[in-house]
T-cell receptor, first 115, second 116 residues
């Protein structure tokens, strides 16, 4: 019954590898997001998709590529991982219209460690 | 660009006491949302309370209430009857209501310790 789920919850990998994080929401929301939380706990938006269309793309290295196969899924693929990519990555979802309240609901996060 | 400032990195409170967490923000917009999220050690981001800028009435959720001062761009969170389970990082966040800007802009967070 998890509203927003992410897999995996932990990911340990070597520099230079390519990895993916998957996100699924069962709330029927039309918008999904990726946020990055750094080692100082600061949270920052990376991407946002509305109905499978990219609507927010912050200044993120192009090694990061989001993919939304449908409204319920938003995956994050990272190429050529670097030490600085180590962080917790959160997926979130919301319904973007005032009547729905527009609150963003977060997944449990994926802790990525690059060695 | 909007910014959110949480000036106190850490606070502590005695169990059953009341504590207020401060947050200020900067924006030129008039229509927006404000949120407080809680992140316990489990790292799950949990919504505590939300406030629509067009509503003058301060939001309340059980022991949690806000003091929203739109002109001063201030959005503080009051936790009454603090419980051990309230210990967490607390993040203040701003969300524009302009199309294409629906991201959350977070403050740096504040660590709350609850002492028994």
């Amino acid at each position: 019954d998890t509203a927003v789920s992410q897999t995996p919850k932990y990911l340990v990998t070597q520099m230079g590898n390519d990895k993916s994080i998957k996100c699924e929401q069962n709330l029927g929301h039309d918008t999904m997001y990726w946020y990055k939380q750094d080692s100082k706990k600061f949270l920052k938006i990376m991407f946002s998709y509305n109905n499978k269309e990219l609507i927010i793309n912050e200044t993120v290295p192009n090694r990061f590529s989001p993919k939304s196969p449908d409204k319920a899924h938003l995956n994050l693929h990272i190429n050529s991982l670097e030490l600085g990519d180590s962080a917790v990555y959160f997926c979130a979802s919301s319904q973007i219209w005032r009547g729905a309240g527009d609150t963003q609901y977060f997944g449990p996060g994926t802790r990525l460690t690059v060695l | 660009a909007q910014t959110v400032t949480q000036s106190q990195p850490e606070m502590s409170v005695q169990e059953a006491e009341t504590v207020t967490l401060s947050c200020t923000y900067d924006t030129s917009e008039s229509d927006y949302y404000l949120f407080w999220y809680k992140q316990p050690p489990s790292r799950q981001m949990i919504l505590v309370i939300r406030q629509e800028a067009y509503k003058q009435q301060n939001a309340t959720e059980n022991r949690f209430s806000v003091n929203f001062q739109k002109a001063a761009k201030s959005f503080s969170l009051k936790i009454s009857d603090s419980q051990l389970g309230d210990a967490a990082m607390y993040f203040c966040a701003y969300r524009s209501n302009q199309g294409g800007s629906e991201k959350l802009v977070f403050g740096k967070g504040m660590k709350l310790t609850v002492n028994p």
